[in-house]
């Protein structure tokens, strides 16, 4: 089990940024972000490998968020930009074996809810 926290969500209106920052008590981990909104399916939106050269995107969030990570700080962080309303959810930060794109949700919840996060909140307006 790994220690997984999330900071950095809040309320923007559309075509606003935020970034969110994601610590753990381990960085061996693949890491990857995914999100839920009421009555949504949970959707992977992100992840990155170890050493950062495997990222993935999901098409929708493709030019607008940035995943990226520092081993040193045990951090990840999902820089998102031209938030849109449909963006609006519960954000969670996962620790994952890997991130591959012929594996559900990139992988990104294989190891189940003990390798998450608690969430942050985004909520964009219109």
């Known amino acids: 089990q790994v220690k997984v926290e999330e900071s950095g969500g809040g309320s923007v209106q559309e075509g606003g940024s935020l970034r969110l920052s994601c610590t753990t008590s381990?960085?061996?981990?693949?890491m990857g972000w995914f999100r839920q909104a009421p009555g949504k399916k949970r959707e992977a939106v992100a992840c990155i490998n170890w050493s950062g050269d495997v990222i993935l995107y999901t098409d929708s969030v493709k030019g607008r968020f940035t995943i990226s990570r520092d081993n040193t700080k045990n951090a990840n962080y999902l820089q998102m930009n031209n938030l849109k309303v449909e963006d609006t959810a519960m954000y969670y930060c996962a620790a994952s074996g890997t991130c591959s794109p012929s594996i559900p949700y990139f992988g990104v919840l294989a190891f189940g809810s003990n390798y998450w996060g608690q969430g942050t909140q985004v909520t964009v307006s219109s």
């Open positions: 381990d960085s061996n981990y693949a």
